[in-house]
């Protein structure tokens, strides 16, 4: 059996190193024209749009791994199947599950090393990018309206800003907290603000105390506050970090901090939960491309990745939909993030013990 299992992965590696390959530069096609426009039209030199690049690469492969991992299982498996060569593993007394067991394993490993580089290298490295890129578009007069974002202020305070617009420089549901040597954070949390040159004046708000245990003894609230923050528009906008820049774990904390002090977190739960969800899909979906790539259709060497595309589209319409709703409260974050994997799981399973059965 490990000679099949040896053979099998051959036959997928060579495809899913090819996959990652074409749908990273198809991915990247957005971001190129954004380099290009940033070289010519912002004079942002060469070198820093090659960096940029760089940097964006890691983000790009967490996506580009799971369409790959289903792009190699069709494609190796359906050539397989076209030359008769399932058929003879079956006759030979090997059954289904069995053939598809190292195809599985092979989406899962995919899956984990598709989790060590989004938690472990695409934060950091996407971050440096988009910072480069926000450094370029501020020299504009008016950059785009931000939306959940984070950002580091002088003297261990962290701010988190549900909606920011830096045209007229105010924003919504601020969140600030202050890292002060002790062991909870003092919190400080308003419904409005807004910028004037380093100073930030809070609306509608309460500042939150905790105990050493971290549970709140005393909330005072205030309808105007000015806070000296040391930070202007410029180094807000340059230092912001998004959740697509922060480690799961990072958000994790983000989240139990918010959550303290009354704060809705049902999008940055969404956000959570996304990283998981992507992060697996490859296993979910080398698991559903198994069974789908000996179906009796035709199709030949393009069979693949034209199957691949139909149902990459599918997976991300109802991962869309999912999430939606999630944000809405229809669906818990959770399970609405996790929904195409929960389908395409059950539709997976079906189809393999289908094919099983009836040969």
């Given at each position: ?49 090659i ?30 199947a ?13 059954r ?29 490295s996407?971050h ?193 939909l999912?999430?939606?709703?999630a ?30 059965k009836?040969?």
């Amino acid at each position: 059996m490990k000679i099949l299992d040896i053979y099998l992965l051959r036959e997928v590696s060579s495809p899913f190193l090819f996959g990652v390959l074409g749908f990273s530069l198809i991915l990247s096609a957005s971001l190129l024209f954004n380099l290009v426009d940033l070289f010519i039209n912002r004079g942002v030199s060469l070198l820093n749009v090659i960096k940029i690049l760089f940097y964006e690469l890691p983000g790009v492969l967490t996506i580009s791994f799971p369409i790959s991992a289903l792009f190699a299982t069709l494609l190796g498996l359906n050539r397989l199947a076209r030359e008769g060569e399932i058929t003879a593993l079956r006759i030979g007394g090997i059954r289904l599950t069995r053939i598809f067991l190292p195809i599985v394993i092979f989406g899962i490993i995919v899956s984990i090393g598709n989790f060590g580089i989004s938690e472990f290298i695409a934060p950091w490295s996407v971050h440096q990018g988009e910072s480069l890129i926000r450094e370029a578009i501020f020299k504009d007069p008016l950059p785009l309206i931000q939306s959940n974002v984070f950002f580091k202020a002088p003297d261990n305070k962290y701010v988190y800003l549900s909606r920011y617009d830096p045209s007229t420089r105010m924003g919504n549901d601020i969140l600030l907290y202050s890292l002060t040597g002790s062991s909870s954070p003092q919190v400080i949390s308003a419904k409005r603000v807004k910028v004037e040159d380093k100073v930030w004046i809070l609306e509608d708000g309460a500042i939150h105390y905790y105990d050493n245990e971290g549970i709140i003894s005393l909330q005072s609230r205030f309808k105007k506050l000015s806070l000296n923050l040391n930070v202007d528009v410029g180094s807000f906008y340059k230092g912001q970090k998004t959740t697509e820049e922060m480690s799961a774990r990072e958000l994790k904390e983000r989240i139990n901090t918010f959550k303290k002090s009354g704060i809705d977190t049902r999008n940055l739960e969404v956000d959570y939960h996304l990283k998981f969800s992507m992060v697996f899909a490859a296993a979910i979906l080398s698991l559903l491309g198994a069974p789908i790539s000996i179906l009796p259709v035709r199709g030949g060497k393009y069979y693949g990745l034209s199957t691949s595309l139909i149902i990459v589209f599918i997976y991300y319409i109802i991962l869309a939909l999912g999430r939606a709703l999630a944000r809405n409260g229809i669906f818990s974050p959770i399970f609405g993030v996790w929904l195409p994997n929960i389908i395409g799981f059950t539709v997976g399973v079906f189809l393999m013990f289908y094919k099983e059965k009836r040969g």
